[in-house]
């Protein structure tokens, strides 16, 4: 049988091979990505808002295998108790390779003083070790009361910024206190 490749090739190759891979890692440290739960919409313009203020970073958007239901009192009676017990609602949301970004954002809305539980789920199964983490959450009444003590102990490798809080009521127009908040927390592209 007729060798195709010298070993010497075979030597060049891999090494060629690892070079090249190596460089989109490279490239992509400090590139951040956006990852966000949304309901209502609501925290869709808050998370475009927050692409234009941070270099155009990709955008992800959370979903749920299963929705909850439409009617909002049937649903936060769910959502209230998969709280309170710390359950998972599986994403079908394909989550990139998230090892070339240095900053992720992540936004979702407050539910009984926690981040939802979609955010959770993704949370509980991508510890971002390593990353330097911006939390931003909303809501219309809850306090952010219950969201340090859950990301430190979702995240407890990872460089977690002070919590972004924007009230509903203010999330037609966010950019102001993004911007004071990615100052603050020293937010670099």
């Given at each position: 049988?007729?060798?195709?490749?010298?070993?010497?090739?075979?030597?060049?190759?891999?090494?060629?091979?690892?070079?090249?891979?190596?460089?989109?890692a490279?490239?992509?440290?400090?590139?951040?990505?956006?990852?966000?739960?949304?309901?209502?919409?609501?925290?869709?313009?808050?998370?475009?808002?927050?692409?234009?203020?941070?270099?155009?970073?990709?955008?992800l958007?959370?979903?749920?295998?299963?929705?909850?239901?439409?009617?909002?009192?049937?649903m936060?009676?769910?959502?209230?108790?998969?709280?309170?017990?710390?359950?998972?609602?599986?994403?079908?949301?394909?989550?990139?390779?998230?090892?070339?970004?240095?900053?992720?954002?992540?936004?979702?809305?407050?539910?009984?003083?926690?981040?939802?539980?979609?955010?959770?789920?993704?949370?509980?199964?991508?510890?971002?070790?390593?990353?330097?983490?911006?939390?931003?959450?909303?809501?219309?009444?809850?306090?952010?009361?219950?969201?340090?003590?859950?990301?430190?102990?979702?995240?407890?490798?990872?460089?977690?910024?002070?919590?972004?809080?924007?009230?509903?009521?203010?999330?037609?127009?966010?950019?102001?206190?993004?911007?004071?908040?990615?100052?603050?927390?020293?937010?670099?592209k």
């Open positions: 049988m007729e060798r195709l490749y010298s070993r010497r090739d075979l030597a060049r190759f891999a090494a060629l091979a690892l070079a090249v891979s190596a460089v989109p490279a490239q992509a440290r400090g590139r951040s990505i956006i990852i966000y739960y949304t309901r209502t919409g609501t925290n869709e313009g808050i998370a475009r808002a927050l692409q234009g203020l941070v270099g155009n970073a990709p955008l958007r959370l979903e749920e295998r299963d929705r909850y239901a439409r009617d909002y009192d049937a936060t009676e769910i959502a209230r108790a998969e709280v309170e017990a710390w359950k998972r609602r599986e994403l079908k949301t394909a989550i990139p390779d998230l090892s070339g970004y240095r900053n992720v954002f992540i936004l979702s809305p407050l539910w009984w003083g926690h981040y939802s539980v979609p955010m959770r789920t993704f949370l509980m199964d991508h510890p971002l070790e390593g990353k330097r983490v911006f939390p931003v959450a909303t809501s219309a009444s809850s306090p952010a009361s219950g969201i340090t003590s859950d990301l430190a102990k979702l995240l407890p490798k990872a460089d977690v910024k002070k919590v972004l809080l924007i009230h509903t009521a203010d999330a037609s127009n966010p950019e102001a206190a993004l911007k004071g908040w990615l100052s603050r927390e020293g937010f670099n």
